[in-house]
Nanobody, 122 residues
Framework: QVQLMESGGGSVQTGGSLRLSCVVS????????LGWFRQAPGREREAVAG????????EYADSVKDRFIISRDNADNTVYLQMNSLQPEGAAVYYC???????????????WGHGTQVTVSA
């Protein structure tokens, strides 16, 4: 069973940066995706970034390209989301997930964390 634990959320001003962390424990089942998603109040969950472990291939939602970076540290079993130039629309609960083969499609993920809150103030 895979467990994921996010941390690093908080409050930041518009234009600021945060780095989210997600510790992954358990057997993720080989070459699959690690993903970050977010959900704002009243909105559907949306993909932010994904990393395919077979080669560390990354994908990003158009809304965060060139501002967010997904990476992982195998030694610490941790996946990161570096978020730069945060905008008010980036305020949401951010979730990490594992187990999909299509990194930006949330339906394929089999394990999810509980989320970490990000607030962006003007």
């Amino acid at each position: 069973q895979v467990q994921l634990m996010e941390s690093g959320g908080g409050s930041v001003q518009t234009g600021g940066s945060l780095r989210l962390s997600c510790v992954v424990s358990g057997n993720t089942g080989g070459r699959t995706c690690l993903g970050w998603f977010r959900q704002a109040p009243g909105r559907e969950r949306e993909a932010v970034a994904g990393l395919y472990t077979g080669g560390d291939i990354t994908e990003y939602a158009d809304s965060v390209k060139d501002r967010f970076i997904i990476s992982r540290d195998n030694a610490d079993n941790t996946v990161y989301l570096q978020m730069n130039s945060l905008q008010p629309e980036g305020a949401a609960v951010y979730y990490c997930a594992s187990g999909a083969l299509r990194c930006l499609a949330d339906s394929g993920y089999t394990s999810w964390g509980h989320g970490t809150q990000v607030t962006v103030s003007a």
